[in-house]
């Protein structure tokens, strides 16, 4: 029978075994660096895969990071606006009180004249407010886009007072809130939405009275914001005795078309209470014993600060108690709907930091799940690492430990 026998070199078995030391050297090695890093993935070529993930998270963490900062300006920036809408609404509330002052049948034409000279000093204010930056030198109220100086007037000519911009709110989305608010829709009025008109009445001798409503929207639709005047062209007692009729002109000053109305007859005995009719959505009525030559005006107010100007001139002008009570009348209706306006973007502003908290908030989650999922892909489980390089080392020492007797066996050692 034939016997086989199988010849291992010593080199052969030298070389294998120095091979094994060496990759359980290398691999200790790794392990030792994992180890001291605490990364499982120190460079692309340990792992593409995981080196991948592990960029893309951080790239997204960055992302993250610049959005925040972002979102960081644009709350500090609606912050400050929301701050400065608050003092223009304590401006057009320190007005309004000096307005129903003024209105006080005690006063003087001097004394009125005193507290227009205040009233102008609050009306600068809410103008400088209304044109305030932010801390990077831009507007609060520049809407869409705006000049860096969104409100100018007084102007010489209608309107008074213009935005320098395009009205509008810039929209929020997942990651941003916008930089600044409506400044239009907090400080300029629109006849057809505020229905802010300004009525004056022609001077009225002391031994009579003769004033108006506030001017009310009907019919948006019908709204032109047109210019009126009202010029009483006859009061008849005597065609119908015990009554009164009352005729004038109405005019729209804007196209210069005038109409002849005559109102409904009254009893002598009392005072009128004329209801106009013709301005288109509009409507109005005169109150008192109007007479012959008596004119009244109805001009649209452009803006909150042409409120407050009207306020100060009528209020200033005033000779007598009469004008005095139609000048304050007009101006607190139409400073509580300026006050309504900011109030309102006021209120936007309030949810536009909420919004941005939210954003936040949501941010944060996503940076947290970011970074676990940088952690995933790329660091390294420190009992399982402190586990596996124990094995390795004990590995690696038994490898060392086995060769270094083998290497002394050799046919020789045998001989001898």
């Known amino acids: ?147 860096l100086t969104p409100f100018v007037g007084p102007q010489a000519t209608a309107p008074d007072y213009t935005f320098n911009g395009l009205p509008g709110q810039v929209a929020s989305n997942t990651v941003s809130i916008p930089f600044a608010l409506d400044g239009d829709s907090a400080f300029m009025h629109q006849p057809a939405r505020d229905g802010v008109y300004n009525v004056t009445v022609s001077s009225i001798p002391t031994s009579r009275t003769l004033t108006t409503d506030n001017v009310a929207v009907t019919s948006s639709s019908l709204v032109s914001g047109a210019s009126y005047q009202i010029a009483i062209t006859g009061v008849d007692t005597t065609t119908t005795p015990g009554t009164t009729v009352v005729t004038y002109d109405l005019t729209d000053t804007t196209t210069g078309t005038t109409t002849s109305q005559t109102a409904p007859g009254y009893a002598s005995t009392q005072t009128a209470s004329i209801a106009v009719t013709g301005m288109a959505g509009l409507s109005l009525n005169i109150n008192g014993t109007p007479a012959v030559g008596d004119t009244i005006t109805v001009n649209p107010s452009a803006s909150v600060f042409s409120v ?39 209120g936007q502003a309030g949810d536009l930091l909420n919004r941005a908290d939210r954003i936040s908030s949501n941010q944060e989650a996503r940076k947290v799940q970011l970074e676990a999922d940088r952690s995933r892909a790329e660091d390294m489980d420190m009992i399982s690492g402190i586990s596996k390089f124990q094995n390795q080392q004990t590995g690696f020492s038994a490898a060392l430990q086995s060769y270094a007797q083998v290497q002394k066996l050799s046919l020789f050692n045998f001989i001898s």
């Open 1 to 147: 029978m034939a016997t086989n026998v199988l010849r291992t070199a010593s080199a052969n078995t030298y070389d294998n075994a120095i091979r094994n030391i060496t990759s359980r050297q290398s691999a200790l090695s790794a392990l030792q660096e994992n180890l001291t890093s605490g990364k499982q993935v120190n460079r692309p070529s340990d792992d593409p895969t995981g080196a991948a993930n592990a960029e893309r998270a951080l790239t997204r963490i960055s992302r993250v990071a610049t959005d925040q900062r972002a979102l960081e300006s644009q709350r500090n920036a609606i912050a400050m606006a929301e701050s400065t809408l608050g003092d223009a609404n304590a401006t057009l509330s320190q007005f309004r009180t000096l307005v129903v002052s003024a209105g006080n049948g005690v006063n003087s034409g001097a004394e009125r004249k005193t507290i227009a000279k205040e009233l102008q000093g609050l009306r600068d204010q809410l103008f400088s407010l209304a044109n305030q930056k932010d801390t990077n030198g831009l507007p609060l109220f520049g809407a869409l886009n705006s000049a």
């Open 308 to 346: 407050l100007d009207n306020a100060i001139k009528n209020i200033s002008s005033a000779a007598n108690n009469n004008d005095a009570t139609q000048a304050v009348s007009q101006a607190l209706h139409n400073i509580d709907i300026g006050i309504e306006r900011v109030s309102a973007v006021r």
